[in-house]
Structure formats: structure tokens, C-alpha cells
């Protein structure tokens, strides 16, 4: 079992800069795939950005491209979501997620790869 918790999130300004961590609780990250999705009022979840851990790969949505950064510490216990140049539109809850039964020939922006989720943390940016 793993248990995932977000945090980071808040309240900002159009334009600003949030950090969003993602935590497992009691093991690390290591030998799986993570992904950030969010999902906005009236919308379907959706994908926003992945790390391989085989390569250590970054993959994003094109929405978000050149506006977030997606890590890992090098312990391996805590991935982040970097997102710079905040707009309105980027408002949502954001889920952190991990593939632990390694469904490694998934599409990594497919939310059946990952089979746990954390609860959320909501992030509201305001124009």
C-alpha cells in the first residue's frame, strides 16, 4: 500500500510561482514512474507532467510546457511540481500519482498507468 499526500498548494497571484511536494508515506520513489494530473471545476482530470525513473525522463503536457518542471530528490522520497508564470486557467486540484505495478509500456500521460493517488492540493490562481 502506498499512501501519497500533496502540499504546496494555495492561493496566488497571476504570475506567480508555486512548489508542489508529493510525499509517500514509510518508502521512496525508487524504479517508478510519477506523474502530476489536475483536474479544474467542470473538467475531466487530465494529465500535466511525468518523470521516468529508468531515465529520468521529464514529460508535460504541451499546456504547460516551458512552465513547469517536474523532480525528484535525490533520495528518491519526495517529487515536486515546480510551476512558474501562473495563469487563471492553471487553477485546479492537483493529484500527485505513481505507477507502482511498473506498467512501464503505458502511455505515460494515461491515467490508468498509475494505480495510486494522492488526495489532492488545490491550487487558485487569481487574475
Known amino acids: 500500500q502506498v499512501q501519497l499526500v500533496e502540499s504546496g498548494g494555495g492561493l496566488v497571484q497571476a504570475g506567480g510561482s508555486l512548489r508542489l511536494s508529493c510525499a509517500a508515506s514509510?518508502?521512496?520513489?525508487?524504479?517508478?514512474?510519477m506523474a502530476w494530473f489536475r483536474q479544474a471545476p467542470g473538467k475531466e482530470r487530465e494529465f500535466v507532467a511525468a518523470l521516468r525513473w529508468n531515465d529520468g525522463s521529464t514529460h508535460y503536457a504541451d499546456s504547460v510546457k516551458d512552465q513547469f518542471t517536474i523532480s525528484m530528490d535525490n533520495a528518491k522520497i519526495a517529487v515536486y511540481l515546480q510551476m512558474n508564470s501562473l495563469k487563471a486557467e492553471d487553477t485546479a486540484v492537483y493529484y500527485c500519482?505513481?505507477?507502482?505495478?511498473?506498467?512501464?509500456?503505458?502511455?505515460?500521460?494515461?491515467?490508468?498507468?498509475?494505480?495510486?493517488w494522492g488526495p489532492g492540493t488545490q491550487v487558485t490562481v487569481s487574475s
Open positions: 514509510g518508502r521512496t520513489f525508487s524504479n517508478y514512474d
Open positions: 500519482a505513481v505507477d507502482s505495478r511498473r506498467k512501464w509500456h503505458a502511455e505515460i500521460s494515461a491515467a490508468y498507468k498509475y494505480d495510486y
